[in-house]
């Protein structure tokens, strides 16, 4: 068998932790696989490293920082190849820039353009153990950039696309949840999910993998494993792939919950299209990505304009609201949360918002805004219904 | 004016540190100067760093240990550009890979074959102020190398060479003196010194500069100095220079000191050169340069051998001594220092050994060796005699 296996930040936190990874790889290797490894920096580095700059006074500089931030990494990988060749397996690492991935130029958030193989192909016939820094990669200058928000995991994935290995993703938790377990201890762990509905529960929330990546892996058909760290019994966490056995039985396979949610409200504008165009110039340039956005015409031939997003960005948005150089004052209402169900069954199965509604009505749970897609249901609540809504709904579609 | 700046390890302790040693970079900028600064890994990185390989129980690995230890000089620098720009002046970190650096591919104490400089001199014909990690640089492969103890100097003085750069070494003392002033606390500050003299005291045990550095500067004539870091007062410190004004005043410039010194004994060996090969081909393996070594004939043909090295070194050669296959026994005699008295002088004064060891027999001050050089009179005498020995040297020699 051939894996890339992926080890988060909480993973390789301490050099106990290290060595206990190293003893689990060097006997994955002993077994005969090919074996690459991807690891992130140890524990909270990064975050550490943040603060550094800070007091420096300078975090803007995005080159300096993806050179700074790569550096985690970096020790992570020297570590975990010297402790893996303790337990008599060859082992090397590569930096991104080593392994041979080569990005954007996009500092902090570059996107991989390729992976020059050539050097990971050699050391794995040649029987190491590649340790592989997540996180990272080189312009074709050799500036040292950084992936972004859920970078190692793209990092694994991106590997197993390329020479056709598995991937198993390690982490805090032990697989994925038809709900978030913190807010309904009840949930159900889920051993298989499809790409479409991992896609979706990332990018409304479950905060278990990045949308990136599984959006890479469905791309180029990477069997996904995720669960938690050195847990042997490889059945216990949450496979991702095309198609799952139990495709029809379930309409519903998760509910998504994101917290802090914004709605901003502008309303009575007139009708030429000019507001709404630097309004959308202004996210864009704030690099903010709205992920429901809604217009009511009034009677007077006005119209009423709401897009929803997370408190942060609705800060954003306020303090630079005067580039909008308008009359129309933003409104902000907080307090809100969006819960979105998913499943691949949604589109197969009759009546489901119905059955959504209906329960929401039934507890007296108010709701302000509904989207669905074919494979989801998203709908904004207020905060203080979240528990109950969430107990119901898993109730209801037997989460 | 055109100038290197190395800081070492106490010098970017803090990050307090390093934002006074910015604003003095940006001053020199503004003052319209080209500034490359050469940085080292912060305060006790290295250690830290060497630390962690051992509890992971592995730091043979030289190849990983350097990818490691290289992660110190890059967080420094990054930080020390990103520093630079608050003071409004525009900064660039290069990692010794970036800067150009390329290295011999032996780990842990590469020596430079060249300076691919094109990158470096885009940065500073646009105003940049170039920001390099010492002690680091790469392979033709892009493996990650490191130089070696005072790696860091010889990355200043190697960029200093290339570009016809003055080199500006800052550390923790501010200058070099006649005698380790912590011994001898009437040392003078010398205001200069040649190349020549200093190597030797460099080679001696002066602690200062490493000999390789100062080798760099002899041979590309690279004007140095060194001084306490962030004094402004460039007069304070002391000048490294092909000749030095005062050359004919002193006949000795200083004295360098070698703490815990061993002499190492092997008495009637039969002389056919078997066992001196064989102890030559082990010191030699074990990468240790003796720096004395001597012979005596015996009357019944026989030898005895007497070298002396380091207390370290001497652990180290009894530890391997069964490879040497011979009946004759090491001995090994330890707590002695050697003093060594440098001056370009030596060889143009005449009786400088005689006064010196008049010195030594006025006080009862027993040597157990005497080697000299054209610049050079180096003598092993007990530990308990240092303190007097050098204080009457210095007196003797006006240091």
Redesign the interface.
Known sequence: MNVVEKYGGTSVAT?DN??KIAKHVADVKKRGDNIIVVASAMGKTTNK?IE??K?????K?S???D??L??GE??T???L???I??YGVKA??L?G??AGFVTSNHHAHAYIKDINDRKIKKYIKEGYVVVVAGFQGATEN???TTLGRGGSDTTAVALAAKLHYDCYIYTDVNGVYTCDPRIYPKAKKLKEVTYMEMMQMAILGSGVLETRSVELASKYNVKLYLGRSLNEDFSKGTYIMKQTKNLEDMPITGISIKDDYAILRVTNIKNDGIFLSKLFNLIAKLNINLDTISQQLNDDGTVNFTFYCNKAQSDEILDNAKELECEYPIKRMLGFVKLSLVGVGISTHSGIAAKVLNTLNMNNIRYYQITSSEISISLTIDEANKKVAVEKLCEVFDL
Not at 55 to 59: D, F, R
Request: glycine content about 6%; hydrophobic content about 45%; aromatic content about 2%.
């Open positions: 050099i290290i060595k490293l550094m700059a007091e420096i006074g300078n975090t500089n080159r300096e920082m050179s700074l790569s550096t970096q020790r990988i020297t570590l190849a010297m402790a060749e303790t090397i690492s930096t820039f080593q050799g500036e040292i």
